[in-house]
């Protein structure tokens, strides 16, 4: 009965640890994706808004008149 109970939870088949290896692998590596593309999103938020902080500052820079044909 035990080796029944262990054989139906997994027991030791090298293919199921090779495959929890592998999707453990792949879960390292998304969640190392995943840091860098919200380091890239959170500098590209930065850019955005020290932009939006230099569109806040009112120059005097006289506007072009359309030209007269």
Do not use: C, F, W
């Amino acid at each position: 009965m035990a080796k029944a109970l262990l054989g139906y939870v997994g027991g030791s088949d090298p293919r199921l640890l090779a495959e929890m290896r592998r999707l453990q692998q792949r879960v390292q590596d998304l969640e190392s994706e995943l840091v860098r593309i919200q380091s890239e999103n959170d500098a590209l938020n930065a850019a955005a808004h020290s932009e939006s902080l230099l569109d806040g500052i009112d120059i005097d820079v006289p506007k072009a008149e359309p030209a007269l044909t």
